[in-house]
């Protein structure tokens, strides 16, 4: 037993030098144990019912206080994923709580894949193509969100600000490889660049990549599935195949909602001028 109280002899002057000593701590006479004299908790126990080794161990109130420290410490490092996830967007603080409800399949379907990618470790990819502002992108933002919410990394971005990274680093492979590791890759806006060999490339590398990396991505655009279905040549057609490899497709219908919040706006600022 020697040899174990020597070791625990070492623990509790670690564990003491842990634990600070109040003024007001004190002794429970009937346990010889050392109690807060803040909260009348223990701040020591007797690991083996047998003998009289006490250790120190956090009481009740230095414990509520080491939780909502690891609570800060783990919002601190969600806020800190979020705004590298969305590098300035407006999108960053959408989540499905607002939600309008006006497409409730389209939700029901990004709410499932945001549950399967948090909760299985889902290699899903899902591209959700349709018309300019029917919230496509709002939905991606709220998957992404929820995917940071659950712990993940993410990153929503355009294959534009990509090819942006790319022009200002000198090492493109890392680029790449920040977007193939991060837990959830968004790629907005997917189609609307410029058509250029050279961003062909850059899509085909980003595509290629993620999907070797088998790890999930969102992709939003308002390319057609005829525009998807015939592309114009071999480079957009390897781009597109790898797409397919793994994304389920999503039709985003309906109104332009974004053209129908600056009407409803533009109403109701004309008629508190009347
Ligand atoms: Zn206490």
Same mark, same amino acid.
């Given at each position: 037993m020697s040899a174990i109280r020597n070791v625990f002899d070492v623990l509790a002057t670690k564990a003491e030098a842990a634990i600070p000593i109040q003024d007001s701590d004190y002794t429970?006479?009937?346990?010889g144990l050392l109690m807060c004299g803040?909260?009348?908790?223990?701040k020591q126990c007797r690991p083996?019912? =047998?003998?009289?080794i006490a250790v120190y161990c956090l009481c009740v109130c230095m414990k509520a206080d080491d939780d909502a420290m690891r609570e800060r410490l783990r919002r601190n490092e969600i806020e800190q994923r979020r705004n590298i996830c969305f590098?300035?967007?407006?999108?960053? $603080?959408?989540?499905?709580? =607002?939600?309008? $409800?006006?497409?409730p399949t389209l939700t029901k379907t990004c709410k499932a894949y945001a549950e399967n990618v948090t909760g299985v470790n889902s290699r899903d990819w899902l591209l959700l193509w349709g =018309?300019? $502002?029917? $919230?496509k992108s709002f939905m991606a933002a709220c998957i992404a969100n929820a995917a940071i919410d659950a712990g993940m990394t993410a990153r929503f971005i355009t294959v534009s600000e990509i090819e942006q990274h790319l022009w200002n680093s000198p090492d493109k492979a890392a680029v790449y490889d920040e977007m193939n590791r991060t837990g959830l890759l968004v790629i907005d806006d997917f189609g609307c660049e410029r058509r250029t060999d050279y961003m062909d490339e850059i899509k085909f590398n980003l595509i290629d990549g993620r999907l070797r990396s088998g790890k999930p991505c969102v992709i939003t655009s308002n390319l057609t599935l005829n525009d998807f279905a015939a592309p114009v040549d071999l480079t957009q057609k390897r781009i597109i195949s790898r797409i397919f490899e793994r994304a389920k497709t999503f039709h985003v219908q309906g109104d332009d909602r974004r053209f129908a919040a600056l009407k409803s706006r533009a109403e109701q600022s004309s008629s508190s001028e009347k």
């Amino acid at each position: 037993m020697s040899a174990i109280r020597n070791v625990f002899d070492v623990l509790a002057t670690k564990a003491e030098a842990a634990i600070p000593i109040q003024d007001s701590d004190y002794t429970d006479e009937a346990t010889g144990l050392l109690m807060c004299g803040k909260c009348h908790t223990p701040k020591q126990c007797r690991p083996f019912p =047998d003998s009289d080794i006490a250790v120190y161990c956090l009481c009740v109130c230095m414990k509520a206080d080491d939780d909502a420290m690891r609570e800060r410490l783990r919002r601190n490092e969600i806020e800190q994923r979020r705004n590298i996830c969305f590098h300035g967007s407006d999108l960053i $603080g959408t989540v499905f709580a =607002d939600d309008d $409800g006006k497409a409730p399949t389209l939700t029901k379907t990004c709410k499932a894949y945001a549950e399967n990618v948090t909760g299985v470790n889902s290699r899903d990819w899902l591209l959700l193509w349709g =018309d300019c $502002g029917t $919230g496509k992108s709002f939905m991606a933002a709220c998957i992404a969100n929820a995917a940071i919410d659950a712990g993940m990394t993410a990153r929503f971005i355009t294959v534009s600000e990509i090819e942006q990274h790319l022009w200002n680093s000198p090492d493109k492979a890392a680029v790449y490889d920040e977007m193939n590791r991060t837990g959830l890759l968004v790629i907005d806006d997917f189609g609307c660049e410029r058509r250029t060999d050279y961003m062909d490339e850059i899509k085909f590398n980003l595509i290629d990549g993620r999907l070797r990396s088998g790890k999930p991505c969102v992709i939003t655009s308002n390319l057609t599935l005829n525009d998807f279905a015939a592309p114009v040549d071999l480079t957009q057609k390897r781009i597109i195949s790898r797409i397919f490899e793994r994304a389920k497709t999503f039709h985003v219908q309906g109104d332009d909602r974004r053209f129908a919040a600056l009407k409803s706006r533009a109403e109701q600022s004309s008629s508190s001028e009347k």
